[in-house]
T-cell receptor, first 109, second 114 residues
Framework: GQSLEQPSEVTAVEGAIVQINCTYQ??????LSWYQQHDGGAPTFLSY??LDGLEETGRFSSFLSRSDSYGYLLLQELQMKDSASYFC??????????WGAGTKLIIKP | NAGVTQTPKFQVLKTGQSMTLQCAQD?????MSWYRQDPGMGLRLIHY???????DQGEVPNGYNVSRSTTEDFPLRLLSAAPSQTSVYFC?????????????FGPGTRLTVL
């Protein structure tokens, strides 16, 4: 079967750094995406890694290790508006994304 | 640009009823898809289309039909609604050329089947 594992909930303090991990087991692999979803909203794209290493976009970075079937999303200088659910998704074929169940990020002042 | 639009925002159906969820995009994207999201779960792909006249099944296609007569529109039809289809439905689109990575989502349709 195909599966992605990520923690269901992570708590952090405003201004701190938090890492959300994702491990995957899929029949195909083209790359790993991360999406953010606020309560009641639609997912919005954050990043995509096709090759091993770190991709940085402002306060957000994403890392991939294909040999370990593992990736993470790193959020720095946390702000209250970062409180949301974060999903990893594997592009398992040309046209299909397989999604994790999501990690709810709770930020405390 | 309006991006991806979906109608209706909310819908309540009785078991056995049929209906069509509408999705449209004005970004000239070739790829469009329908997902459902159940509480505490990620998104699951129902159907997708790589261009007008071309559709294919995703992970959970049973009970749903799609068609793609134009680049802009990608409606999802529920043939005979069941309580198990209570969910939030998202439509998404992305450009082609191998760039299926960033998908743009509509605001969602919250469907309840009684």
């Amino acid at each position: 079967g195909q599966s992605l594992e990520q923690p269901s909930e992570v708590t952090a303090v405003e201004g701190a750094i938090v890492q959300i991990n994702c491990t995957y087991q899929t029949s195909g692999f083209y790359g790993l995406s991360w999406y953010q979803q606020h309560d009641g909203g639609a997912p919005t794209f954050l990043s995509y890694n096709a090759l091993d290493g770190l991709e940085e976009t402002g306060r957000f970075s994403s890392f991939l290790s294909r040999s370990d079937s593992y990736g993470y999303l790193l959020l720095q200088e946390l702000q209250m508006k970062d409180s949301a659910s974060y999903f990893c998704a594997v592009r398992a074929s040309n046209y299909q994304l397989i999604w994790g169940a999501g990690t709810k990020l709770i930020i405390k002042p | 640009n309006a991006g991806v639009t979906q109608t209706p925002k909310f819908q309540v159906l009785k078991t056995g009823q049929s209906m069509t969820l509408q999705c449209a995009q004005d970004m000239n994207h070739e790829y469009m898809s329908w997902y459902r999201q159940d509480p505490g779960m990620g998104l699951r792909l129902i159907h997708y289309s790589v261009g007008a006249g071309i559709t294919d099944q995703g992970e959970v296609p049973n009970g749903y039909n799609v068609s793609r007569s134009t680049t802009e529109d990608f409606p999802l039809r529920l043939l005979s609604a069941a309580p198990s289809q209570t969910s939030v439905y998202f439509c998404a689109s992305s450009p082609t050329g191998g760039s299926y990575n960033e998908q743009f989502f509509g605001p969602g349709t919250r469907l309840t089947v009684l």
